[in-house]
């Protein structure tokens, strides 16, 4: 390909080419190049094609799989009408850290025409539709082209009696094991791609031997066996475990109310949690209809998070051509059974046999009494600067670093960083006391350097003034005061920047869901230029009012718990948290759909809940509860829909699927939480089993802060710096908006929410240690494998991820039920280094509570 210039004067010249006027540039176009002879031969060449596939830069080997549909395609299409759409792909995908910047730049080559090319060159036109074709017809991401298929078949069955029957079965074992395992740290789950494993040879069985009788239902007619187990099947019966095999969101409150470790509410049994988890979980399904316009139907919404389970689903359904690429010739689903294997013999030695090297805080084995050394690189409390720090794959893949793009991962990395240094100089500052506390902790303190006691403040469930002016207002970590001050920054910074960045988004999405309101006929898809949109306009979409259906029932569960038991909250107050909620829904999907980061509004609820209901913690916690399941909810049934949308499943199936899926996990979950809670030591930090409940320590402290101590105290006396937050994050998005050319063009990878969104790994027993060894993995599988050998990236990449996170969640689950959940201890010197040090035993202070016996003002002097 010739080429005068550099690459910048090219992109230079080009730029702006999206405004001008397409119709005046289509017919000088149309005029200036007409195909040649040879070129017209080239395109009626299967071969040639295929080696035009093959030999650019970044489109990977999946596609000469797709040879012929696209020689197809590339025939019909016109120089005109392949100007045309390069033309709308740089206007739509200019900004877009998704999009592959060779990509980007050679679209610009072509749009500059054959001065870039040289005079005569008779690929230029074969190159300009082949691009073209691949965004009108497949996708601009080579990660989507690499999972999901082209073409459709309407024909393949979908909704079977056998996939129903498959699904149901494994979302009872699927929740009760993922609600349970949700409280060990670190956790794993049956994720959707475990689950298939065992999904996969159910369905083969089924459509061996079950017999292929037909009967009717009303007007249905029911087929037990309509013949081999189809992918579309399969991703069906993926779609009903995923939803229906999580754990609940109310499961991560639960124990808060419950235990005597936070409030003690005995009345929160069985009944109680039922009441939430109906409420809870169809919250999420109910709004996840009006978030398909922006967050399912445009490309933009790559949802990162779901490829691996579409890339499974293609190695274990659909059979695969054998090709040498870069060397290897092994096929994707014998690779996958060998790091399976592997992962689930090697998961015994960090889980179990030699626990150190799973938070390997081997540098403070070198000085197990130096707490300095502990604070900077400890596992525990500290901010875990270590190179080396763990050789286990649940602490390595705690934040998924080979699904996320690198852009994501490494501006939360990073984030993170300067996050710890941060802390740490809050910490040896003495900044609000944090010196008399461990630095990276969620725990809530008291004055005297003891675990903060609610007993001692409280009457009836209130505070008491007096008995508070007694005892000790509370104190939180360095790193706990950190998380949530830019927590609050981040919320008002990300709602200014991605309106404002993705406003176009936004207002077709709007201008859709009011066209739908006025013309019920009307299709949802025909107003999206995404290739898989267009062929979902076959299929029958879901109403609105289906989904507000949902949403009411929802509700109704809701005003029913808050009234039945004593929860001091009143209903009113659940409808102003929704609410609010719902108003932050719509631009953190927006994020959360291209980046996989998740901005999740929950301490929203929390602050929300201590001004409405002053001095209760129990309704501070239960309207954070609504806060949050707004958001989290509907990520998951949202991401199972553009599951269903790449894998071009009928709508009405995937809807019905989810919510028969969701109504039986509710009595699962509920069942798994009353077993929870029989454990012995249940979220103590001693728990032998591990089952320490981290995250519901997290929410205790700020329900404290918020709930019971108030957030007027809080905000106004014990930490004023979380008051400004939010203002801080409103004022500094328009300048970064402003910004955001200049950044895109010297810093394309930057994105400044996921970057704060680093700083967020703070304040709940979480920190570098988790997300280094991430890092490693994530530069050299999703920017230098992906970037020099594309091809092995696409055909091994996700594989990857997915045999040995099943290995390691099928080795956990025996793990616990065999040498856990009766402890069968291994007492030696590399199970018990890690915890006697000064960051294992989790108490360590840079400074002893002094000899007057507390810290702190004056007795009396706080307010």
Sequence with gaps: MASTGSLDEKVAAVEGVAEVDTESKDQSFSSDYEISEKTDFILHSSEAVIDRIRAAGDMDDILVDDSQFFVEKIRLMSPVEAREVLLYAVSYHEHDVNFPTATMNRIKELLLGENVYGKGDILYDLDLRLEASLIKFHSPYPEVRAVVSPTDDTSIPVETFRAYTIGIFWVCVGAFINQLIYFRQPHFTLSAQVIMLLTVPCGQFAAKYLPAWKFKIWKWTVNLNPGPWSFKEQMFTTIITNVGSQSCVWGQYAPVVREDLFYGQAWA?????????????????????????????????????????????????????????????????????????????????????????????????????????????????????????????????????????????????????????????????????????????????????????????????????????????????????????????????????????????????????????????????????????????????????????????????????????????????VIVVLLAAIALLVPFMVLYSSTGFFLNPNMLGTILGGYLVPGSGLACLFLRTFGYVIENQSETYVGDQKLGHYAKLPPRAVFRGQAIATILSVFITSGALEFAHTLENFCSYTQSARFYCAWSHSIYSETVLFGVIGPSRTFDHLYPTMRWSFLIGACIAIPMVLARPLLHKYFKGFHPVLFLGGFQVWGSNYNLSYYTGGFYLSFAFMYYLRTRYLAWWARYNYIIYSGVSAGVAFSGILIFLALQYHPKTLTWWGNSISGSTADGLGVATLKDVPAIGYFGGANGTWV
């Design 269 to 573: 049994t069985f009944g109680f949690n039922l009441l939430m988890n109906f409420s809870t979980q169809l919250f999420g399904l109910g709004l996840a209809g009006i978030m398909r316009r922006w967050a399912v139907y445009p490309s933009k919404a790559l949802w990162p998070t779901i490829l691996p389970t579409l890339q499974l689903n293609r190695t274990l359904l659909v059979p695969e051509s054998k090709k040498n690429i870069n060397g290897w010739t092994i096929s994707k689903y014998k690779l996958f059974n060998i790091l399976l294997a592997g992962s689930f013999v090697y998961f015994f030695i960090p889980d179990y046999l030699f626990t150190a090297l799973s938070t390997f805080n081997w540098m403070t084995w070198i000085a197990p009494t130096n707490k300095n050394l502990a604070f900077v690189t400890g596992s525990k409390i500290g901010a875990g600067f270590n190179p080396i720090p763990s050789f286990d794959w649940s602490v390595i893949n705690y934040a998924t670093p080979q699904v996320l793009p690198f852009f994501t991962y490494a501006n939360k990395y990073f984030g993170a960083v300067v996050g710890a240094i941060v802390m740490l100089i809050m910490y040896y500052t003495n900044y609000k006391f944090t010196s008399y506390i461990p630095p990276n902790t969620s725990n809530v303190y008291d004055r005297y350097g003891a675990s903060y006691s609610l007993t001692k403040v409280l009457k009836n469930n209130k505070l008491d003034a007096t008995l508070y002016h007694k005892y000790s207002p509370p104190y939180i970590s360095a790193g706990n005061l950190m998380y949530t001050c830019v927590a609050y920054a981040n919320y008002t910074f990300a709602f200014v920047y991605i309106l404002a960045t993705e406003w176009r988004t936004f207002r077709d999405a709007v201008l859709g869901f009011v066209k739908g309101l006025k013309n019920r006929k009307s299709s949802n898809y025909a107003d999206y230029r995404d290739p898989i949109s267009k062929m979902m306009q076959a299929y029958k979409e879901v109403p609105d009012w289906w989904f507000f259906i949902i949403f009411a029932i929802s509700l109704i569960f809701a005003c029913v718990a808050m009234r039945a038991y004593p929860t001091d909250t009143p209903v009113w107050t």
